[in-house]
């Protein structure tokens, strides 16, 4: 066979990671879930088995190696900002307030004037540091609040193979400025929200 002929190790986007739901453990996926009150987050996704015997075994994509997750926007694109965090994410991944208060230094710098966001709709949904990361970096509470929440599920995603997540696949999960992205990267990964405590 020639070099070039070889097939290529699939890559699986994060979207076609969250499609499938394990029955054992249903989680709130913000595709298939659209109502205000689901009863948790996104959690484990397994295969299908294509094979009757009983010794076979299913290994899902999110612990089989050979499967690594690829950065994508489906979290952001299907984020429901209705629902509360508690709902979304697993207890030791709900980014809590608390990180701020820990480290009330950490800030970013952005260029431009901040933007004024008192008046937008999700305001009062942020913690104060919040609002000044999102103000400084000229972001709507929305659209900072779907980052957030994007970051994080795809950073579960990443360690759940045992993957850093990585400031490049980051800057292919949210639909804004890469380089607001890398800020809030840096900023939630200080934060100590990329893991599980």
């Known amino acids: 066979m020639n070099v070039f002929d070889r097939p290529r190790k699939k890559r699986h986007s994060l979207s ?25 987050t996104i959690s484990s996704v397994s295969t299908s088995s294509s094979s009757s015997s009983s010794s076979s075994t299913t290994t899902s994509p999110l612990t089989d190696i050979g499967n690594k997750p690829k950065a994508d926007t489906f979290f952001y694109d299907h984020i429901n900002l209705s629902v509360q965090d508690h709902d979304i994410f697993d207890p030791a991944w709900i980014p809590l307030w608390e990180s701020f208060d820990n480290r009330p230094s950490i800030r970013v710098i952005w260029k431009g004037s901040p933007l004024s966001i008192q008046h937008l709709p999700y305001y009062q949904q942020l913690h104060t540091n919040e609002q000044s990361i999102a103000s400084t970096l000229r972001l709507t509470p929305e659209q900072y609040l779907k980052c957030k929440r994007a970051l994080i599920l795809s950073a579960k995603v990443f360690h759940q193979h045992g993957l850093p997540f990585r400031k490049s696949d980051a800057q292919k999960v949210c639909r804004i400025d890469v380089n607001k992205t890398s800020c809030l990267w840096g900023a939630f990964n200080r934060l100590g929200w990329f893991y599980p405590r």
């Not at 076609?16 to 948790?40: A, R």
């Open 16 to 40: 076609s990671l969250s499609l499938s739901l394990s029955s054992s453990n249903t989680v709130y996926n913000p595709l298939t879930s659209p109502s205000p009150s689901p009863t948790s």
